[in-house]
Antibody, heavy 121, light 110 residues
Framework: EVQLVESGGGLVQPGGSLRLSCAAS????????MNWVRQAPGKGLEWVSG????????YFADSVKGRFTISRDNSKNTLYLQMNSLRAEDTAVYYC??????????????WGQGTLVTVSS | QSALTQPASVSGSPGQSITISCTGT?????????VSWYQQHPGKAPKLMIY???NRPSGVSYRFSGSKSGNTASLTISGLQAEDEADYYC??????????FGGGTKLTVL
């Protein structure tokens, strides 16, 4: 059974940093693209970032490019999202999501339950 | 990257069929067969319903089907049931090697 468990969310001040983690199990982690998708309170889904199965290629939405970094440790089956220079508009539930593809993000077939990030002073 | 365009809401009675549209551009929906549809119930994580325009993952009801014509993709739900009431989102791979979602459609089963 595929399981994705996010951690690391919380309250952070504007301009601050936070690192999210996602522990994966139930599938061959290194064989798939992994994504972060967020959802602001009462709003729709927004794709944030994706990383290839090998970790060699990373992709970012314009809204977070230059501020967020995505990485993965295939030996630990763990995905990370380093978020710097956080803004109020980054407040959202952040979902870790497994993709069906290996190299580029195409369709997310499994999702975690999400972790809430609140950016506020 | 602009969000894909979906109607804010659609509704239908039990047993009826409804269609949700998702309009993009030639740089996303029209240019690739990587269109997906997700169902999200309140307080829950999204669930993949359709991938690669028209494919259903294992376990998803045959009542859900997808198609695409030009820059517009569509999700059709036939034989509406009460449990289909949810928010639905489309997404597409883009020429920038990113993913873009639609704004979401709230389906009400009357």
């Amino acid at each position: 059974e595929v399981q994705l468990v996010e951690s690391g969310g919380g309250l952070v001040q504007p301009g601050g940093s936070l690192r999210l983690s996602c522990a994966a199990s139930g599938f061959t982690f290194s064989s798939y693209v992994m994504n972060w998708v967020r959802q602001a309170p009462g709003k729709g889904l927004e794709w944030v970032s994706g990383i290839s199965g090998s970790g060699d290629s990373a992709y970012f939405a314009d809204s977070v490019k230059g501020r967020f970094t995505i990485s993965r440790d295939n030996s630990k089956n763990t995905l990370y999202l380093q978020m710097n220079s956080l803004r109020a508009e980054d407040t959202a539930v952040y979902y870790c999501a497994k993709d069906r593809a290996v190299v580029v993000p195409a369709a997310t077939d499994y999702w975690g339950q999400g972790t809430l990030v609140t950016v506020s002073s | 990257q602009s969000a894909l365009t979906q109607p804010a809401s659609v509704s239908g009675s039990p047993g009826q069929s409804i269609t949700i549209s998702c309009t993009g551009t030639s740089s996303d929906v029209g240019g690739y067969n990587y269109v997906s549809w997700y169902q999200q119930h309140p307080g829950k994580a999204p669930k993949l319903m359709i991938y690669d325009v028209s494919n259903r993952p294992s376990g998803v009801s045959y009542r859900f089907s997808g198609s695409k014509s030009g820059n517009t993709a569509s999700l059709t739900i036939s034989g509406l049931q009460a449990e289909d009431e949810a928010d639905y989102y489309c997404s597409s791979f883009t020429s920038s090697t990113t993913v873009v979602f639609g704004g979401g459609t709230k389906l009400t089963v009357l």
